[in-house]
């Protein structure tokens, strides 16, 4: 124990001789310092600590990182249906989910970019973009206006550093970098001279310095400041922009009013009597499928709805749309979303009273244009009556007895019809779809699980209801003199009307934003320096590069620049009158 609290003590009188040594600082990590000799650290304070959080918001890292967060933000929009883009598709979902539907929409999965936790993603990246871009534009208004830097007095240490030698005098070395001057000049560099005296015991120097690129931190700049303005024209442009839907049956007219839409989403700035007064009416839809023996029979192409288009000021003109080719009306454009059949349909009750006429939308549920709809009749019954119904364009049986549809064109149509005896569910208030019919209250009065068949109708033929309700009609709506099925039943389109003014802005932004990558990749900044020293009728010069950041280039440019300037000095001495002897 002796010797190890000897040497205890000999690691302790060495600390303390340490401490005092004259020659090491007190704060030596050799030195002893005592227990209570801790380091102060200043306290932030909230004045300390918000300033702390500014800087780290506006920093460009945290500028990247949460524009990144934002493109994963907006992954939900791409997987699940919106409210705004897709209604129908959000009510489907929630038939298909119902128990995790609710949880999604909690989550505003449905609304994602208006949902708040997307919104603050949003403002942040924005401050974030604000607090980069604008100490930068000073910094960069600062560099634009200065000089480029002064000659160093070494350029052989830098890395890209050729040398040269001529004969001339001072008066020659001088024009020489006269020369280079012109030169670098024409090469677009801004340059300055920074040519020195002779004293002590050195000799005269010519010198230019040369710099350019700044165009490459310029369109950084643009880059970023186009970006922000993408930012700002979609959170604005987005406030004055609305999308509809509207199923349009041909024959039957849209008019641009908002009780009109069959669903419509609209910023918080659009008024009621923000939309042009134009109408639209459907004439005619034309689509062709493959024939049958050929490659890809049935298939559907060349879908082309014809409308007459009624202009707010009055005047009528004739218009179509098509997969990706809009049609530009009032300000708005017009998309073609989808398409499918509309059945006629007409039912009268026990007493011959007719208490529904109108074609139906059959939502198309394959490519052979299988398609299914849903007939609500609320009033005129003695109870109310729901029909579940099944269209096929071209029927065949199948060997389990069922009917599919064997290609999408018109041929053989058929329609089968289950009807439902009850409660609609129509009458609560709550929101329904015109396109399900929920059976939960109603009594199944035909079809598969009763002992009544389905109803089965061609074009213009009548079938009596179950039960002596009535009866049902599936019109035949091809022209007089027809000799087939092939124009009975009626088409309709789903359009999508939507306006938003920002848009050409946000192209703008965006090709200004392209424009300014472009100009940040591939500009380098260099600086180039060219000195000239005469000394016993002999001119030594030297040339040199230096490049902010990485610039492969910058070895050639400096060689181009002496070979370029050795050009133009020759040329000087072949123009240089010969003096007599």
């Keep these: 124990m002796s010797s190890s609290r000897s040497d205890g003590t000999r690691i302790e009188q060495d600390g303390a001789s340490a401490a005092s040594d004259p020659l090491r600082p007190a704060d030596h990590v050799d030195s002893v310092r005592s227990r209570d000799d801790e380091i102060n650290q200043p306290r932030l304070g909230l004045v300390g600590w918000l300033r702390w959080g500014w800087r780290q918001l506006t920093s460009m890292r945290v500028a990247l990182v949460l524009l990144l967060i934002l493109a994963i933000a907006a992954i939900p929009g791409s997987i699940f249906p919106q409210r705004m883009a897709d209604p129908n598709g959000v009510i489907q979902y929630r038939t298909d989910n119902p128990d995790l539907f609710p949880i999604l929409d909690d989550l505003s999965m449905f609304d994602v970019y208006s949902s708040p936790w997307f919104s603050a993603i949003y403002l942040l990246l924005f401050v974030s973009l604000i607090g980069c871009i604008i100490p930068r534009i000073k910094h960069h208004l600062k560099a634009l206006r200065a000089q480029p830097p002064r000659t160093p007095v070494r350029l052989a240490r830098l890395e890209d550093h050729r040398e040269t030698t001529r004969e001339g005098s001072d008066a020659d070395a001088e024009a020489a970098v006269d020369a280079a001057q012109k030169q670098l000049k024409a090469l677009g560099y801004r340059v300055a001279r920074y040519d020195t005296a002779a004293g002590r015991g050195r000799g005269a120097t010519w010198s230019v310095s040369a710099e350019r690129g700044y165009w490459r931190e310029t369109g950084n700049l643009l880059f970023h400041i186009s970006l922000v303005g993408v930012l700002v024209t979609v959170g604005i442009g987005g406030s004055f922009a609305y999308t509809g839907q509207k199923v349009v049956i041909e024959g039957k007219s849209f008019v641009n009013t908002l009780l009109d839409y069959n669903s419509i989403n609209r910023g918080r700035f659009v008024a009621d009597d923000a939309l042009q007064p134009y109408a639209l009416t459907l004439d005619s839809f034309d689509i062709t499928y493959e024939d049958f023996g050929t490659p890809g029979a049935g298939q559907a192409g060349n879908f082309k709805a014809n409308l007459t288009v009624r202009e707010p000021d009055g005047s009528t003109r004739k218009g179509d749309v098509e997969v990706n080719h809009p049609l530009d009306v009032g300000g708005d454009k017009v998309y073609l979303l989808g398409n499918g059949y509309a059945p006629t349909i007409t039912v009268r009750n026990a007493e011959g009273v007719q208490v529904l006429s109108q074609p139906v939308e059959f939502l198309p549920q394959d490519s052979n244009m299988s398609s299914l709809g849903v007939v609500k009749i609320p009033d005129g019954m003695p109870k109310q009556l729901g029909l579940i119904g099944f269209f096929y364009p071209t029927a065949v049986k199948l060997d389990t007895g069922a009917f599919a549809s064997a290609h999408g064109a018109v041929a053989i149509p058929l329609l089968t019809l289950d009807v439902y005896q009850g409660d609609l569910g129509i009458d609560g208030g709550r929101p329904v779809s015109v396109y399900q019919l929920d059976t939960e209250d109603m009594t199944k009065l035909n079809g598969r699980g009763t002992d009544v068949e389905s109803i089965q109708l061609q074009p213009g033929e009548t079938a009596d209801l179950p039960n002596g309700l009535g009866t049902v009609t599936f019109e035949n709506e091809a022209p007089a003199g027809a000799t087939d099925f092939t124009q009975s039943v009626k088409r309709y389109v789903s359009l999508q009307i939507h306006h938003d003014a920002s848009a050409v802005w946000v192209l ?74």
């Design 508 to 581: 703008v932004f965006a090709l200004l934003a392209l424009g300014g990558l472009g100009l940040a990749l591939f500009v380098p900044r260099r600086r180039m320096w060219v000195k000239a020293t005469a000394s016993d009728d002999t001119i030594h010069l030297e040339y040199a590069g230096l490049a902010r950041g990485e610039d492969p280039t910058l070895a050639a440019a400096v060689d181009d620049l002496v070979r370029g300037h050795e050009r133009l000095l020759d040329a000087a001495a072949t123009r240089r009158p010969v003096k007599e002897a």
